[in-house]
């Protein structure tokens, strides 16, 4: 079983994962793990935080002259925001200053107020410490792990915005998207595949801005190359569908996720699923269109897996929504503290991150084996005996 564990705080000393589970004899590309996480720092409306950090992995265990070793892999990537707030955030009992800077006021849309209350925190710094997107980092790199080995095993997995606030990608350009609109894709500073877009996209930040106010949009990943067999109809929590959902789901401010055409209640039946082929040649059954998002039944059918997310607007606001101060339960309008003003380029990122933790965990399930050989030998095999039914 492939898992995975993060450990954090966002003005901490730094961030904390161990894989385990992950297969002998993979090859560790860092340089490409680094690259993600350059990824998931930019794009146009990120804050100030973006610009202090420069986020990299160093690997503690589980990895030696570039390949892994089968143990857990241990890594920690630096806050190095930390020195600013080694007070605050120190471990040791009551450090010097930490009451001058306790947080009682919480902000509308996080999960200060509740989480605040179910732990019983009057400080809600304890809170927001740990639910910030900044542990975010730390799944990316577990993804990178994911990816390298999926990749060893023929998937890429990418992704692109679909829409920031009201500008959307039309329905024809995104038939046309496919893993040779990458490049297109990282050259747009809103990682939008239609180059029109990107303008109108940047300036719907821009108006934001100046407003004082926040935006939310859409993000699409796709995992070319999964083979048919990955999880199953068998029960509820192993279908593929599900697992993805629930990963994509617990990215920080993604309020909606859809599979496939799945938001989609318009067409007919007729006009929905799609066909079934079989080409003599490859000896392989395939579809001409892909509503299904390369998902039946919780088991992935072959085609090009897609999922979409939804995220809701940042919630930190110049333009404050109004909040109760749980000392004094005086209303208070929200301070406003830097803050991003839109993050849907990121949560792309994130979000291949987390579908390639999700289809690592089901290959690992599907073609376990200690090693990368044996992993692929088992899913070359198992493509030979598919294709001989
Ligand atoms: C990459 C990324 C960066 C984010 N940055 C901020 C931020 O700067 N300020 C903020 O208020 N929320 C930010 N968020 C959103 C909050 O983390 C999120 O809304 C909050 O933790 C509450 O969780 P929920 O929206 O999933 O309910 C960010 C989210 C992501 C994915």
Same mark, same amino acid.
């Given at each position: 079983m492939l898992r995975f564990l993060t450990s954090g705080e966002s003005h901490g000393r730094g961030l904390v994962s161990i894989l385990e589970g992950f297969p002998a004899q993979v090859p560790v590309a860092f340089g490409v793990i680094n690259q993600d996480l350059k990824r998931r720092m930019a794009?146009? @409306?990120? @804050?100030a935080r973006m610009k202090i950090e420069s986020d990299q992995i160093e690997v503690l265990s589980g990895v030696r002259h570039g390949y892994t070793l089968g143990s857990p892999v241990a890594f920690v990537i630096w806050n190095r925001d930390w020195e600013n707030w080694t007070g605050i955030m120190s471990a040791e009992p009551d450090p010097a200053g930490s009451e001058k800077r306790r947080v009682t006021r919480p902000r509308p849309g996080h999960a200060d107020l509740p989480g605040g209350l179910k732990y019983q925190f009057l400080d809600m710094r304890n809170v927001l410490e740990r639910s910030s997107?900044? %542990?975010?980092a730390s799944r990316v790199a577990v993804g990178g792990f994911c990816r390298l080995l999926l990749r060893e095993l023929g998937v890429r997995i990418y992704s692109h915005t679909t829409a920031i606030k009201n500008v959307r990608i039309s329905e024809e350009v995104l038939e046309r998207v496919?893993? %040779?609109?990458l490049e297109q894709i990282e050259a747009s500073e809103m990682r939008c595949a239609d180059p029109e877009l990107n303008q109108g996209m940047k300036a719907a930040v821009d108006r934001a801005i100046e407003q004082g106010d926040t935006i939310g949009g859409e993000f699409e990943v796709r995992a070319l190359g999964v083979p048919v067999?990955?999880?199953?109809?068998?029960?509820w929590d192993r279908r593929l569908d599900g697992r993805l959902a629930q990963a994509v789901m617990?990215?920080?401010?993604?309020?909606a996720v859809e599979v496939?055409?799945?938001? %989609?209640?318009?067409?007919y039946g007729s006009q929905y699923h799609d066909e079934i082929l079989y080409d003599e040649a490859k000896r392989e059954f395939y579809r001409r269109t892909n509503h299904a998002g390369g998902i039946e039944g919780g088991v992935s059918n072959g085609a090009e897996i897609i999922i979409r997310g939804v995220l809701k607007p940042i919630p930190t606001m110049r333009r404050a929504l109004m909040s109760v101060d749980i000392e004094t339960k005086e209303p208070f309008k929200a301070q406003y503290e830097r803050s991003d003003t839109c993050v849907v380029p990121a949560a792309g990122v994130i979000g291949e991150a987390m579908v390639a933790i999700v289809l690592a965990q089901a290959f690992q399930e599907k073609f376990g084996g200690d090693t990368l050989a044996e992993m692929r030998s088992n899913l070359e095999s198992f493509r030979e005996r598919v294709r001989n039914l």
């Open positions: 794009g146009y @409306g990120r @804050g997107a900044r %542990e975010t496919g893993i %040779e609109s067999g990955l999880g199953s109809y068998v029960h617990s990215i920080n401010a993604v309020k496939g055409s799945g938001l %989609e209640s318009d067409p």
